[in-house]
């Protein structure tokens, strides 16, 4: 059956959307379009996309939700550099306090990165009545349980889609999405300027050093990419999931990471040759009474839809009791990608404040969204009882023997093999490889056997061990 419209209904389906003080919502035929005023701190790639966005698509936003986002402060580090970007005269500062003590603002974006003084400074804004949108995901990390208190005593909000994954409303899915559901594995790509290395070093055979140049090249990694290559980052956003997907708080230390800047090209021949492919992953996995959580590289499936994220893309898969599997995927990295998140958190902060009052009579933050954050108690395993299959490669000398010392210390440490592949390297330097997939064992017993096999006379290089995850295709 199709629905159809009158000619009258058509009309007012096109007027924007007004919310009363009782919370019902009405059309009014005029009116003055509420603003909603806006401070930033921080204009670097991020801010001054934010700002362009806002220029850009402002008229836009205003159709589309019946707000005008007025932009009336900016905090700079340097009032003298070029951005590439106009603004009136007087929003530019580079006092942030002067940001977050003006009385006139509504909401304050803070964009400046690192965790002191951006810590303080969100708190200040908070405390004098305006919301803050965020994607400090190392600040959120580190201190998001003290910074959702303080919005609570505030009567304010604290907004952070931007934190994670980009384009990607991953954390409103977690929220609203799928609160229903008890959460059972976040597993994801999301650290768009690792998955692009992995994908040119995958695709193009090229050396780890030769794709990060690229990268920074193409703008998506940092002068310093010690933060994005290390897994850290990604750790950062995985404290922020794990608390929202399983109501604890994380502590950094608590998450095991590995990073990507030991991979080689072997390593993806290898893991092709096994048929998977090689990503940086995060993943979080809910077993009572414990979780896990760790980031590292992985292999998975070749077949798998995670398999196929290209470049700065991101994609997080999120299996629940009642949904299953879902899966999202987005552009991770970039200015305006970002941009786009933040605003999203400006808009959504926006229409809370001005819900439950009329245009004419709104005089302050009210209807901030309230939930509860931290509402469970659980450890988080520790990586050695981790149970996982594994890649083992072992650099050998090509004598009698070899093979059986690799197979019986394993073995010791029980650790069942599933496949073994042997290759000479060079016969007549008598120099081989051989490269074992094992069945699920421990952590802490396949590192142990991989040790004692690394004081033996047989390798003539290091070892190299990678995770493997099974994701159902």
């Known amino acids: ?259 990507i800047d030991a991979l080689t090209p072997e390593d993806f021949a290898g893991a092709r040759s096994f048929g998977y492919a090689l990503k940086l992953l995060a993943m979080a996995r809910s077993e009572e009474p414990v979780v896990e959580l760790r980031v590292h590289p992985t292999l998975i499936p070749a077949a798998h839809p995670l398999a196929a994220i290209r470049n700065e893309f991101n994609a997080v898969m999120v299996v629940g009791d009642a949904s299953r599997e879902t899966m999202y995927v987005g552009r991770g990295a970039g200015p305006m990608p970002t941009a786009s998140a933040v605003l999203s958190d400006v808009i959504a902060c926006a229409e809370r404040r001005l819900g439950r009052c009329p245009v004419k009579e709104h005089a302050g933050p009210v209807g901030p969204r309230r939930r509860n954050v931290f509402w469970g108690n659980r450890k988080v395993r520790r990586m050695g009882e981790v149970v996982s299959r594994y890649y083992l490669r072992f650099p050998i000398h090509d004598e009698p023997g070899a093979i059986g010392v690799l197979s019986s210390t394993l073995g010791r440490h029980r650790v069942s093999l599933s496949d073994v592949r042997a290759s000479v390297v060079d016969a007549d330097r008598a120099t081989g490889i051989v490269e074992i997939v094992t069945h699920g064992a421990a952590e802490r017993e396949v590192a142990a056997a991989v040790a004692e096999i690394g004081r033996a006379s047989i390798l003539r290089a290091p070892a190299r061990l990678l995770r493997i995850e099974e994701l159902r295709t």
Request: charge should be positive; include cysteine; aromatic fraction near 2%.
């Open 1 to 259: 059956m199709a629905w159809k419209t009158t000619e009258s209904e058509s009309l007012l389906l096109q007027a924007p959307l007004r919310a009363t003080a009782g919370g019902r919502s009405r059309r009014p035929v005029s009116g003055p379009v509420p603003v909603v005023t806006l401070g930033l701190i921080g204009m670097g790639n991020v801010g001054t996309a934010v700002v362009r966005l806002l220029q850009e698509n402002g008229d836009l936003i205003e159709k589309k939700t019946g707000i005008r986002l007025e932009l009336r402060r900016v905090a700079v580090k340097h009032l003298s550099k070029r951005r590439g970007i106009a603004l009136p005269a007087g929003v530019l500062t580079d006092r942030a306090e002067a940001v977050v003590a003006d009385p006139s603002l509504d909401l304050v974006i803070e964009l400046m990165g690192g965790i002191s003084p951006a810590r303080r400074y969100v708190l200040r804004a908070m405390e004098s009545g305006k919301s803050v949108v965020t994607a400090n995901k190392a600040l959120l990390a580190t201190w998001g349980a003290q910074l959702l208190s303080a919005a609570g005593r505030s009567g304010v909000d604290l907004a952070c889609e931007a934190s994670v994954a980009g384009t990607i409303p991953i954390l409103r899915v977690l929220e609203e999405g799928l609160a229903a559901n008890r959460i059972e594995r976040i597993i994801g790509i999301i650290n768009g300027t690792t998955n692009y290395i992995l994908t040119r070093m995958a695709e193009r055979g090229e050396s780890f050093g030769a794709a990060l140049a690229e990268a920074q090249r193409q703008g998506l990694a940092e002068a310093d990419p010690s933060l994005d290559v290390s897994g850290e980052d990604a750790a950062h956003k995985l404290a922020i999931l794990a608390a929202l997907a399983f109501g604890i708080q994380v502590r950094q230390k608590d998450i095991f990471v590995e990073g």
